[in-house]
């Protein structure tokens, strides 16, 4: 039974530890997260991105699948099945879909544009019992080969659309998507803090966690932070592990081949990642 991520980060917020969004790609990915979620007793947040929903055929597929995994696992942890950086066509597909939670990211729009949208979100996402997440000053990382520093979020415009009813809010820190590059300046701390003064209570949320120093991690926490998104960390642990295995020619031994064989180090690699991530945001036991 998927749950809306609006109690878990009320939780999290109080309790000064935050909740991993993990995102999901296929069965091997959002196996692993839940079996550690589970584990671990942790609430968790699937992320999905509209290029992996696509890739999974749909978010008609996606939400059958988590459902079906939840119930066949025996999942008891809360789970949210959450949009990552989603268009305003995006979010009504999945509202439609069944998701839990949904990102509107308008941070690409002017800010009256960003406004109008996050609303009229915000009204239908209240009605069903969804969270929704919105985003101020866009988050950097590599897009087409083009790499952003990573813009700091106007607090003012935070205010603006925390004030619409949003469950929670990603604003830019200087963070950014990817591997960190060697010359990052680092989380901006007084944006964080600055941003935090103007929405008080609202739960925060940090795009871009893979990289980013355990120190900087457990300080945006204590400043308001109760989701941290992690992907590409997953990616290359899956990667690196894949290879392995490949490279060592354990794919030609046995049955080696078998796709269940094959990707088994990998799905171990997830479970790895995810276990050391939620023990540093703190919510294992928390579920």
């Known amino acids: 039974m998927l749950v809306s991520a609006k109690e878990m980060l009320n939780k999290a917020r109080e309790g000064k530890y935050a909740v991993g969004q993990f995102n999901i790609n296929n069965l091997e990915w959002t196996k692993a997260i839940l079996l550690t979620a589970q584990e671990l007793n942790s609430p ?4 999905v991105s509209e290029g992996a929903g696509k890739y999974m055929t749909g978010y ?9 995994m939840i119930k066949g696992l025996n999942i008891t942890v809360p789970v949210a099945l959450h949009l990552d950086h989603g268009s305003f066509e995006g979010a009504k597909a999945c ?14 729009y002017p800010i009256e544009e960003n406004i109008e949208k996050t609303k009229a979100l915000v009204n239908a996402c209240d009605v069903l019992g969804i969270s929704i997440e919105a985003e101020v000053g866009s988050i950097g990382g590599e897009e087409d080969g083009v790499v952003g520093a990573g813009e700091c979020a106007d607090p003012d415009e935070c205010k603006a659309i925390a004030d619409l009813g949003v469950t929670m ?5 200087g963070n950014i998507h990817g591997k960190y590059p060697e010359n990052w300046a680092g989380l901006s701390f007084e944006t964080l803090e600055a941003v935090k003064n103007k929405v ?4 925060l949320v940090l795009h871009g966690g893979t990289g980013i120093p355990e120190d900087m991690i457990k300080k945006a926490i204590s400043l308001g932070v109760a989701k941290i998104n992690v992907n590409t960390e997953c990616q290359l642990a899956f990667a690196a592990a894949t290879r392995e295995y490949v490279e060592a020619g354990k794919d030609q031994q046995g049955k ?8 088994a180090p990998g799905f171990e690699a997830i479970k790895a990642t995810v276990k050391e991530k939620m023990e540093l945001f703190g919510s294992v036991g928390k579920a």
Request: net charge negative; aromatic share 6%; glycine share 18%.
């Open 169 to 173: 809010l990603a604003a830019g820190i």
């Open 200 to 203: 008080g209570d609202m739960p």
């Open 256 to 263: 080696g081949f078998d796709p269940r064989k094959l990707l």
């Open 60 to 68: 008609d597929t996606v939400v059958g699948m988590v459902e079906g």
């Open 44 to 47: 968790v947040i699937l992320g």
């Open 95 to 108: 509202i439609n879909a069944g998701f839990s939670s949904i990102m509107f990211d308008g941070s690409h």
